[in-house]
Nanobody, 112 residues
């Protein structure tokens, strides 16, 4: 059974950082592009960014470009989202994605 589990969310103040992790099990995703998305209450799920299977290329939404960094460790079947300079508008549930597979999400709240 394929399972993705996000972790690392929490409550932080504006300007602080968080690092989210995505642990995959049930199969290897080393040949798949990994994406990160988020969804704030009342909003549709929003694409944040993606990284190619070998990590050679990343792509980010304008809203997070320069602040967020996606990385992966295929040997560990792990993906990461480093979030710096967090803003209140970054508050959302964050999800990792491989193709049709989604995690359950982890809550990130940015508030003073």
């Amino acid at each position: 059974q394929v399972k993705l589990v996000e972790s690392g969310g929490g409550l932080v103040q504006p300007g602080e950082s968080l690092r989210l992790s995505c642990a995959a099990s049930g199969r290897t995703f080393r040949d798949s592009t990994m994406g990160w998305f988020r969804q704030a209450p009342g909003n549709e799920r929003e694409f944040i960014g993606a990284i190619t299977w070998n990590g050679d290329s990343t792509h980010y939404a304008d809203s997070v470009k320069g602040r967020f960094t996606i990385s992966r460790d295929n040997a560990k079947n792990m993906g990461y989202l480093q979030m710096n300079s967090l803003k209140p508008e970054d508050t959302a549930v964050y999800y990792c994605n491989y193709g049709i597979h989604w995690g359950q999400g982890t809550q990130v709240t940015v508030s003073s």
